[in-house]
């Protein structure tokens, strides 16, 4: 047996003892105290991209990174300098007991696994968007989580600061205005290019890709993982892996959970989703993912978001309603709008910070459950793409209407030993 596979079958034993037990994280022993003094302890696994973006972040030290590619590894650990392990085997890195946070900065065909293996290795876990690739992802990162208590964030903070893309204001007064009812109901919300919707919107997958070989750089069959097993072209990874359906969803999977997570939250919409997506696209390509033209999605109540990727309609209200509309720039037919905002009630107070969140174990602002909530629409979106079709959602079921080919997409097979 070589080397390779003693130390592969060591790490699926040693996972799956510790899937089978509860790990308390060494701050919560004691009640919970955390001295000042003790900082959090994080792990980044992923570090081409957005991992490099988050390597320091409120009240952490960092004490781990992975990667597939020893040149992204090479070059943070340089960065970073000494006190800092590497790993090429990000299962080796969830044995370490000194770890309380796993970032996953890894491409999205990657995220339902980790998250779901780093907390069944007793981690609190930072996740990027999308939060998974797949809807039966998302159901089963948010089953694991709430099984071992671990605390969950999506990385994609709009909900609760910063501008808002292109709209001139946080989403905060929105919420307000919303929830008084002075714009009506049902509510439509539409995203388009007059809002930064376009901002890699043509993240778009090539055709007819010839093999190349694989750098040396790189584990290619590690890269890949639970995908399906195709010929190596660089096309296919780090930078550009979004434009093919095995990893991401294109610009809608990139962007997507950005703009639509605080549209879900002003609209009070949390937790559900919508009944009906109807999409405006010409055929995508079984392998490559191509653009589309417009994706509207319809709630129960008559609530819609409308993602225009053709900037079709450049005089759409952001936010329109039966008694008023809000425009870019925050501009409204609403008399004396700010005044108005500033006579409303705050809504409810949300962690915004997730070392307040890992230390008091309540949890973040945008967590596992709203955010499957807003990663569920995006991928019905993928989904209906891909079909070529309009289709409807049970929120209550989690799955298509009457639609088995759809279905098939929600729970998705992998390859090799990958499950989750």
């Known amino acids: 047996m070589t080397e390779r596979h003693n130390r592969r079958d060591f790490l699926k034993k040693s996972l799956a003892v510790t899937a089978g037990i509860s790990i308390v994280p060494r701050f919560v022993l004691g009640r919970g105290y955390m001295a000042p003094s003790d900082q959090l302890t994080k792990a980044i696994i992923g570090v081409g991209g957005m991992g490099q973006g988050h390597i ?53 065909h990657w995220h339902g696994i980790m998250s779901v293996m780093a907390a069944q290795a007793g981690k609190d876990v930072w996740c990027e968007k999308p939060m998974t690739r797949t809807i039966g992802e998302g159901k089963r990162v948010m089953e694991v989580i709430s099984a071992t208590g671990r605390m969950f964030r999506l990385n994609t903070w709009f909900r609760f600061k910063d501008n808002f893309y292109g709209l001139g204001t946080t989403v905060k007064p929105l919420k307000k205005v919303i929830e008084s009812g002075v714009l009506g109901w049902p509510l439509k919300v539409t995203i388009s290019g007059v809002t930064g919707f376009d901002w890699k919107f043509y993240w778009v997958g090539k055709t007819g890709l010839k093999p190349q070989p694989v750098p040396p750089e790189l584990d290619y069959e590690m890269w890949l993982g639970p995908a399906p097993k195709k010929p190596y072209n660089v096309h296919r990874t780090h930078g550009t892996f979004r434009g093919y359906w095995d990893y991401d969803g294109g610009g809608l999977g990139d962007m997507g959970q950005h703009y639509i997570d605080p549209v879900q939250y002003f609209l009070g919409k949390d937790n559900t989703s919508p009944v009906k997506v109807e999409i405006d696209a010409p055929q995508q390509h079984y392998d490559a993912i191509g653009t589309w033209r417009k994706i509207t999605y319809t709630y129960d109540d008559g609530c819609q978001i409308v993602l225009d990727g053709a900037n079709a309609d450049k005089d759409a209200a952001y936010i329109e309603g039966p008694k008023g509309k809000i425009y870019k720039g925050f501009r409204s037919t609403i008399p004396n709008l700010q005044q108005f905002i500033d006579s409303l009630p705050d809504p409810a107070p949300q962690i915004t910070l997730f070392s307040e969140s890992v230390k008091t174990r309540q949890k973040f602002a945008l967590n596992e459950v709203n955010g499957f909530r807003s990663a569920t629409i995006v991928n019905m979106g993928v989904v209906a793409l891909r079909l070529g079709r309009n289709l409807e959602f049970d929120p209550e079921k989690l799955e298509f209407v009457n639609d088995e080919e759809a279905n098939k997409l929600i729970n998705q097979p992998m390859r090799g030993e990958w499950k989750i």
């Open 56 to 108: 320091g972040y409120e009240g952490t030290r960092l004490v781990a990174i992975c990667d597939a590619d020893k040149k992204h590894l090479e070059n943070v650990l340089n960065r970073v300098g000494s006190g800092v392990q590497g790993y090429a085997d990000f299962r080796e890195l969830l044995l370490r007991t000194d770890v309380d946070i796993v970032h996953i900065a890894t491409p999205p």
